[in-house]
């Protein structure tokens, strides 16, 4: 495979994925999706038959390559698979100039409004360029007016974008979400101090295991049902993520972490609680107390 050129493998990705997701390829998809030639296309389809033997079957009838009944993915196969799902939802290898589509129909829910691409822009460089960025910020608190921020990573939450940053006004890491900075400009001459760097961000830096389970009160039929959706191994599924993101991803997933157990309209609960203490956005899980955690660590001293 590699001997081919960089753009003929994204063409024979393409065949490829096209084929084991559709059930078929023609020259006419290669050619309205890559702008190439019959000949082109036609040698593409000469290449992936002779390397990958068993993959296609030409259909006489329609003139189109069906996907063959010992088919196995080739070009793909360590490809992960939810790098596959994403290609199948936003589309594969779309350019800057086509409108990304997916190749079979897909509804997604509406996410919140995607951030200025000026104001991604100058996060971006200022990661990229290891600088510090000033901002105007919809605080919270109140507080809006210009900060400065020392940015090293986007930080997606299923919801909302955000940037996760040293802050020089409340001198502690934090996430700023993106939709909510009104401006931002790259200091270029202003460069963060050893303690602002991302090295230094405990709860970046942390990885938790989560152990997540079907809800105790679940009947049985429920909790079976809810192994297969998630995959579990032996009734458990294992999430592993950045401290600084549980809370986040444990709300997403409507994960109960009640130490109760309440939450019984959820269908995941949280098994091992104690690996959120001393993780400043567990207060963002749903259920989950600093309180009756605090007692449980007691408990077990």
């Not at 210009?146 to 930080?155: D, N, W």
């Not at 809370?247 to 019984?264: A, K, N």
Request: include cysteine; charged fraction near 25%.
């Amino acid at each position: 495979m590699n001997h081919h050129t960089q753009n003929q493998r994204e063409r024979l990705n393409y065949l490829e994925f096209r084929v084991y997701f559709t059930g078929q390829i023609s020259r006419a998809d290669l050619i309205r999706r890559f702008g190439i030639s019959e000949a082109a296309a036609t040698r593409d389809l000469a290449i992936y038959r002779e390397e990958a033997v068993e993959n296609l079957e030409f259909d006489t009838t329609t003139k189109v390559y069906r996907i063959g009944k010992t088919f196995s993915l080739y070009y793909l196969k360590e490809v992960e698979s939810k790098q596959l799902l994403r290609a199948l939802v936003h589309g594969i290898g779309t350019d800057f100039g086509t409108e990304p589509e997916s190749i079979v129909s897909c509804e997604l829910p509406s996410r919140l409004q995607a951030p200025s691409a000026d104001i991604l822009a100058a996060v971006s460089r200022a990661i990229s360029q290891k600088t510090v960025l000033r901002i105007e910020y919809f605080s919270g608190s109140g507080n809006h007016g210009p900060r400065e921020i020392v940015p090293f990573s986007l930080a997606g939450t299923g919801l909302k974008w955000m940037v996760r940053a040293f802050c020089r006004r409340k001198g502690i890491f934090c996430d700023f979400i993106l939709n909510r900075i009104k401006s931002a400009e790259v200091l270029w001459d202003s460069k963060p101090k050893q303690e602002e760097t991302k090295e230094n961000d405990d709860e970046w830096n942390r990885m938790l295991r989560l152990e997540l389970i079907p809800h105790p009160a679940a009947s049985l039929e429920k909790k079976a049902m809810t192994e297969q959706e998630f995959q579990m191994v032996d009734g458990v599924h294992i999430l592993r993520v950045r401290a600084a993101l549980a809370g986040f991803i444990l709300r997403l997933w409507s994960v109960d972490c009640s130490e109760e157990q309440r939450l019984t309209i959820l269908p995941l609960c949280l098994r091992n609680r104690l690996a959120l203490h001393d993780v400043d956005n567990a207060k963002l899980a749903p259920g989950y107390s600093l309180l009756s955690s605090a007692t449980s660590i007691d408990a077990l001293s």
